[in-house]
């Protein structure tokens, strides 16, 4: 994906569209991109490794990477704080690589304001029933935080038409394939003035 070379790849979803597995699938698929690995303040899960998921550092480490300009967005969600690298994601673009950065949609408006020049992609699940099937899946939340997390999930969708192109994660390898097309600049049917898109999100987000 040459195509994709030095430039910097902002993707966002609402919690349960399948963001986290989508990306990686993506990185794997194409090794000569950089996926730029988050700090974050939230505990560390049991299948979680420092500098591989996140880079975990506690509300003081995170308040002095801020406070001293370390980080390129920063952004609260569920009580949690989470920041890009600046020095990583200019080290990762100054060598010629693509750089894939998995955030919310707040980060996603504060990179773009800095860099503008910058891919923003959006991942919206193929239906609500979908997206609260998949929360419940995930068997390590209570109701209580489900709920939550489904209330703000259908206030993040809201925020899809802020962003270049909108990928709808129904089926993962085509979800990887509609990825793959926007990086690489064939992205129009995922392109977010495409009608035809635009009706089938707002199938979704309604």
């Given amino acids: 994906m040459s195509d994709a070379e030095a430039n910097l790849f902002v993707i966002a979803a609402p919690s349960g569209a399948g963001k986290t597995t989508l990306v990686k699938a993506l990185v794997t698929r194409n090794p000569e991109l950089r996926f730029s690995i988050s700090y974050t303040t939230r505990p560390k899960r049991r299948n979680e490794a420092h500098g591989v998921d996140y880079l975990f550092v506690d509300k003081d480490e995170f308040d002095a990477l801020r406070h001293g300009g370390a980080l390129l967005e920063s952004a609260e969600v569920f009580d949690n704080h989470y920041g890009t690298s600046r020095i990583q994601v200019d080290a990762h673009l100054k060598a010629g690589h693509g750089v894939v950065l998995e955030i919310d949609w707040q980060g996603a408006r504060q990179v773009r304001a800095s860099m503008p020049e910058c891919v923003s992609i959006f991942i919206l699940p193929p239906s609500h029933e979908e997206l609260v099937r998949r929360l419940r899946e995930r068997r390590t939340d209570s109701d209580?935080?489900?709920?939550?997390?489904?209330?703000?999930?259908?206030?993040?969708?809201?925020?899809?038409?802020?962003?270049?192109?909108?990928?709808?994660?129904?089926?993962?390898?085509?979800?990887?394939?509609?990825l793959e097309a926007v990086l690489a600049g064939r992205g129009d049917a995922q392109a977010t003035s495409n009608p035809d898109l635009r009706r089938a999100v707002s199938e979704i987000v309604s």
Avoid: G, K
């Avoid at 489904?150 to 509609?178: C, G, K, P, T």
């Fill in 144 to 178: 209580e935080v489900i709920a939550r997390r489904l209330r703000d999930a259908v206030s993040d969708m809201s925020h899809w038409d802020e962003f270049d192109y909108v990928v709808i994660n129904d089926d993962l390898d085509q979800a990887v394939a509609d």
